[in-house]
């Protein structure tokens, strides 16, 4: 079964720093998408930035960039230049190519001011 | 453009109560999602929709859980009877097909007393 492993529940980082959240997963699949979504305080979840695991290139968002790292099954986000509207919840995901989704426990970020 | 609805936004029942969480996606997607999220939890997924068809049902419990979408457009999931486990937010999300991007509602926010 595939599994999703966020190692850091929560994390802080200065305003303007960059910060890096890490995530593993486990799985016997070739086929199958990355995700990291965000969720507020208001909780409406959103997608921050996806990568296909048939692509080699990582995946960058503006901001936010990742680290795919495919035999080590780890997908890192990094988030540049930090502001203050990034604090949030930040939850990894895989999904198998047959649609099977499964978040991790998510990753709590606080900014400094 | 309207993003996904839900309603009612926050329950409060007592065990035992029966319970409704109503969905609208957004227009033209036909992939919809029911998901669990408990405090300081991941979402789970509960329920996939494809359609009107439930393609991935199996995290759903079936003894007081339900869902239907009929008509391929909004849906109701239903808990019959509530547990005191059952207090957590239920999001749905949906998408125009479950390789593209899901976008989640709000969430409903179930205590159970």
């Known amino acids: 079964a595939q599994t999703v492993t966020q190692s850091q529940p929560e994390m802080s980082v200065q305003e303007a720093e960059t910060v890096t959240l890490s995530c593993t997963y486990d799985?016997?699949?070739?086929?199958?998408?990355l995700f990291w979504y965000k969720q507020p305080p208001s909780r409406q979840m959103i997608l921050v930035i996806r990568?296909?695991?048939?692509?080699?290139q990582n995946a960058t968002e503006n901001r936010f960039s990742v680290n795919f790292q495919k035999a080590a099954k780890s997908f890192s986000l990094k988030i540049s230049d930090s502001q203050l509207g990034d604090a949030a919840m930040y939850f990894c995901a895989y999904r198998s190519a047959l649609g099977k989704i499964i978040f991790g426990k998510g990753t709590r970020l606080h900014i400094l001011p | 453009e309207a993003g996904v609805v839900q309603s009612p936004r926050y329950k409060i029942i007592e065990k035992k109560q029966p319970v409704a969480f109503w969905c609208n996606p957004i227009?033209?997607?036909?992939?919809l999602y029911w998901y669990l999220q408990n405090l300081g939890q991941g979402p789970e997924l509960l329920i996939r929709y494809e359609n009107e068809e439930a393609v991935d049902d199996s995290q759903l419990p079936k003894d007081r859980f339900s869902a239907e979408r009929l008509k391929g457009v909004d849906s109701t999931l239903k808990i019959q009877p509530a547990e005191l486990g059952d207090s957590a937010v239920y999001l749905c999300a949906s998408s125009f097909g479950f390789q593209e991007t899901q976008y989640f509602g709000p969430g409903t926010r179930l205590l159970v007393l």
């Open positions: 799985t016997s699949e070739s086929d199958y998408y």
């Open positions: 227009s033209g997607h036909n992939t």
């Open positions: 990568q296909e695991a048939y692509k080699q």
